[in-house]
Structure formats: structure tokens, C-alpha cells
């Protein structure tokens, strides 16, 4: 009865461990090196990795090897690898930048070892790579790569977020996934280089998080999923407010219903986790003036 018993439970762990592969479609598996520690860089390794439905990592801190399965036609190895380096490990093929490398904990500070300098994940190069290889977005939005450089990064990322959250105040789905097309193809043109040093760490650490989050949104037309996504999203943006100097007083508003928080242009409270159900439902908690 025993050994039943454990049969049924190692079939659960399998069943458990590839499950997250059941929705990527086109699979394509590689094993790679990636340094780390412990328990806590399998957490962050596999997280920076792991995209719904497009990637899945799974990470071995013994032998230090990373399984990646990836739908081949919306991914591919680099693209995975580039985010893993951004939360700061290195893997056979790049290096974490240094901020980010320098963010870990002191347990997930791993031996870095000797590579050459074109090897390098350094965030100008990233950047470029980066638009030459996330999926492409011209089918869901009217912004041009021209256009969107004439306008400050900065800008361009809080322009679209805000577009975000007024089609959710709206209801109105298939202009926030338009809207979040756009966020995504504002993230893509980011030029982090640009950023001084301890702005660069903190965007490093919340890009991965807004590229999936955007991208997320801009894939459905459910708005009660826009409206969870939203969440991470607006929680992401608000760590880069800091360094963001806008032309006009912005406000974290927050609904106590959903516990969520979200930015917003108007001091009068618009709800977008609830519309015109409960438009009013919130509260403003922190007030940011940091006009140019």
C-alpha cells in the first residue's frame, strides 16, 4: 500500500513539473549553464525565465544546468538567457551587468568567471538585441519607433500606461490591449544606458516583470484578466516614479476591494479595477511632484 502510495506521488510531481509545458505550442528544449547558488537563485532564475504559455526553466543548483522549453516561433534560447541575466546570473552565452549582479543577496553571490568583453551583457547592447528579438507588435499599434524616440523614454512608458489604465477605467478591453501594445513597444525602446547608475538598477530589476505584463495584456480582451495584470503592472511602474520627472503632479491611488494600487494624472479617483461599477471605490496614499 505504501509503495502505491509513493508511485501516486512521484506521478504527481511529474505530472506537476510539466504541466507548465501543457500551453507552450512549437516546443523547442536546450540545456544551458547558468550560475547560482541556492534555492533562492532557482526561485529568481527560473522567474526571469518563465513567460505563460511561451517559456519554461527549470533550474538545477547542483549541477548548475538550466532545461529551457520555449515556443520557437514567439522566442527563442537568447532571448530567455538575456532576461535571466538581467536579474543578475550569467549563463554560457552572457553576462549579468554588474548593478544587477551586485543586487543579489549575499547567499546567491555565485563565482563569476572570465569571459571576453563582446560576451558581455552590457544594457546598450542588450537594448539593441532586445528589439531585434521580442515579438514583434506593428499589428497592435499606431506608435512608430520614430515617433516614440522623439519623445523621452520615460515619457513614452508613463504616456502608454496611462492610456492603459484609462481603457480600464472605460471597460473597454480591446483599447487597453491596443494601449498595451504600445506600452510593450515603449519598454522595447527604453535606453537604459541613458539612466544614471542607481536608476539603471531599479529599471534592470522591473523590466522583465513589465515586458510580461504588457505583453500579457495586450493578448487578451478578457478585461477582468487586464484588470489582474494591471496590478503587477502599475506596482512595476510605480518603483521607476521615483526618477521619472514628469510635467505635472501624478497620485498612487489605491482600492482597498481589489488591494491594489495603480497611478493615475487625476487627483479625483477613477477606479480601473472596477469602472463605472464602482468608479469612485479608492483613495489617493501618495502624492508625487516631480515636475520638470
Not at 85 to 110: F, H, I, M, T, V
Not at 212 to 224: F, L, Q, R, W
Not at 254 to 276: E, F, H, I, R
Request: a negative charge; hydrophobic letters at 35%.
Amino acid at each position: 500500500m505504501k509503495s502505491i502510495f509513493n508511485i501516486l506521488i512521484v506521478l504527481l510531481v511529474v505530472l506537476s513539473a510539466t504541466s507548465g509545458y501543457a500551453q507552450i505550442k512549437n516546443q523547442k528544449t536546450e540545456t544551458v549553464k547558468v550560475l547560482g547558488n541556492c534555492d533562492m537563485c532557482k526561485t529568481s532564475i527560473e522567474n526571469a525565465g518563465n513567460l505563460k504559455n511561451v517559456s519554461s526553466v527549470i533550474w538545477n543548483k547542483d549541477s548548475k544546468m538550466a532545461e529551457i522549453t520555449f515556443d520557437s516561433k514567439k522566442t527563442n534560447r537568447s532571448e530567455i538567457l538575456k532576461r535571466i541575466a538581467l536579474a543578475g546570473y550569467d549563463s554560457d552565452e552572457y553576462l549579468a551587468p554588474d548593478n544587477a549582479y551586485a543586487q543579489l543577496a549575499e547567499c546567491c553571490k555565485y563565482e563569476r568567471q572570465d569571459k571576453e568583453p563582446a560576451m558581455a551583457v552590457d544594457h546598450t547592447k542588450m537594448e539593441m538585441e532586445m528589439e531585434m528579438t521580442m515579438p514583434s507588435t506593428e499589428n497592435h499599434t499606431d506608435m512608430t519607433m520614430s515617433e516614440i524616440k522623439e519623445i523621452s523614454n520615460l515619457d513614452a512608458l508613463f504616456n502608454s500606461y496611462f492610456a492603459v489604465k484609462d481603457a480600464l477605467v472605460n471597460t473597454n478591453p480591446t483599447t487597453a490591449a491596443a494601449k498595451s501594445s504600445e506600452l510593450l513597444t515603449a519598454l522595447k525602446a527604453l535606453k537604459i544606458g541613458s539612466l544614471k547608475a542607481e536608476e539603471q538598477t531599479t529599471a534592470t530589476k522591473v523590466i522583465p516583470s513589465l515586458l510580461e505584463a504588457s505583453k500579457n495584456i495586450s493578448e487578451t480582451k478578457d478585461i477582468g484578466k487586464q484588470r489582474e495584470i494591471f496590478k503587477v503592472l502599475s506596482k512595476s511602474m510605480h518603483e521607476l516614479i521615483s526618477f521619472y520627472n514628469a510635467n505635472e503632479t501624478l497620485y498612487y491611488q489605491y482600492c482597498p476591494m481589489q488591494d491594489a494600487n495603480w497611478l493615475s494624472k487625476d487627483k479625483t479617483v477613477k477606479n480601473p479595477y472596477y469602472g463605472s461599477q464602482m468608479l469612485s471605490c479608492g483613495s489617493t496614499v501618495e502624492t508625487i511632484d516631480n515636475k520638470k
